[in-house]
C-alpha cells in the first residue's frame, strides 16, 4: 500500500523556488519524513528528512505539517540541475527488520525550464 | 570516506543465461545493505536486504537471489535470467546505527535481457 501521495508531475522555472507537496495521512507517530531525489540514469540522492520540526540543509527545506499528515520540500531558487524525479518516503525509526526499509512510491517528475 | 562501487555498469545477457551483480562498500563496517531494482519506466522496487553477512530477506518473489559472503560485499544473482529480469539494478547502503537512517546508492548495474 501506498504510504505517501505525491504529484505525478511539477514544472518550473529556473530560478524560482518550487513547493513540492507530500501527503501522508496514516503517518505513525515513529515515521520519518525522507525525500530523495534521482536524476536520469543514476541512483537516487538523499536529500533532507525531518519529523516533526521543520529542517533546513544546504539542498533543501522541509516544511511540515502541525498533524504531520504531509509535508512540503522547498527548493528556493530552481536550477537546470535540479530537474530529477522526487521521492518522499516514510520510514519507521525502530527500523529493525524491514519497517524501516526505504519503499519507494512513483514520485515527482519536477521539469525546471530555463 | 564511505564509498560504495557496482560492477558491472552495463551488461546485455541473453536469456536463459547466469547473472551475477556485485556491490562493495568501503569506509564502514557492518552496514545494512540492499538492493533494488527498477524497470524501465517504473518506480523502485526494494529486492532484497541484508542486516549481517549470511542474513539475506528477499521483499518480493522473483527469479533473483542475493548472498552477503562478508561484511561489505552484496551480490545478486540469476541462475536464468528472463526477460522480465531487465532493468536499472541499484545497490544501497545504510549504517544500522544512525537514527537518520540515509541510504547512500550505487552507480548503478543497467541490465538489457535479450
Known amino acids: 500500500d501506498a504510504k505517501t501521495t505525491q504529484p505525478n508531475s511539477m514544472e518550473s522555472n529556473e530560478e524560482e523556488p518550487v513547493h513540492l507537496p507530500c501527503n501522508h495521512s496514516?503517518?505513525?507517530?515513529?515515521?520519518?519524513i525522507h525525500w530523495y531525489r534521482q536524476l536520469p540514469s543514476q541512483g537516487p540522492e538523499y536529500v533532507i528528512h525531518?519529523?516533526?520540526s521543520n529542517v533546513n540543509n544546504r539542498m533543501a527545506s522541509l516544511a511540515i505539517a502541525e498533524d504531520r499528515k504531509s509535508s512540503t520540500l522547498i527548493l528556493h531558487r530552481a536550477t537546470l540541475r535540479d530537474a530529477a524525479v522526487y521521492y518522499c518516503?516514510?520510514?519507521?525509526?525502530?527500523?529493525?527488520?524491514?519497517?524501516?526499509?526505504?519503499?519507494f512510491g512513483k514520485g515527482t517528475k519536477l521539469s525546471v525550464k530555463p | 570516506s564511505q564509498t560504495i562501487h557496482q560492477w558491472p555498469a552495463t551488461l546485455v545477457q541473453p536469456v536463459g543465461s547466469p547473472l551475477s551483480l556485485e556491490c562493495t562498500v568501503e569506509?564502514?563496517?557492518?552496514?545494512?545493505l540492499y538492493w533494488y531494482r527498477q524497470a524501465a519506466g517504473r518506480g523502485l522496487q526494494l529486492l532484497f536486504y541484508?542486516?549481517?553477512?549470511?542474513?539475506i530477506s528477499s521483499e518480493v518473489p522473483q527469479n533473483l537471489s542475493a548472498s552477503r559472503p562478508q561484511d561489505r560485499q552484496f551480490i545478486l544473482s540469476s541462475k536464468k535470467l528472463l526477460l522480465s529480469d531487465s532493468g536499472f539494478y541499484l545497490c544501497?547502503?545504510?549504517?544500522?546505527?544512525?537514527?537518520?537512517?540515509?541510504?547512500?546508492f550505487g552507480e548503478g548495474s543497467r541490465l538489457t535481457v535479450l
Open positions: 525531518g519529523l516533526t
Open positions: 569506509g564502514t563496517s557492518n552496514p545494512n
Open positions: 541484508s542486516v549481517g553477512i549470511g542474513q
Open positions: 496514516t503517518i505513525s507517530g515513529t515515521d520519518y
Open positions: 518516503i516514510l520510514r519507521d525509526s525502530n527500523y529493525g527488520g524491514s519497517q524501516g526499509n526505504l519503499i
Open positions: 544501497a547502503w545504510g549504517n544500522q546505527g544512525l537514527v537518520t537512517g540515509e541510504l547512500f
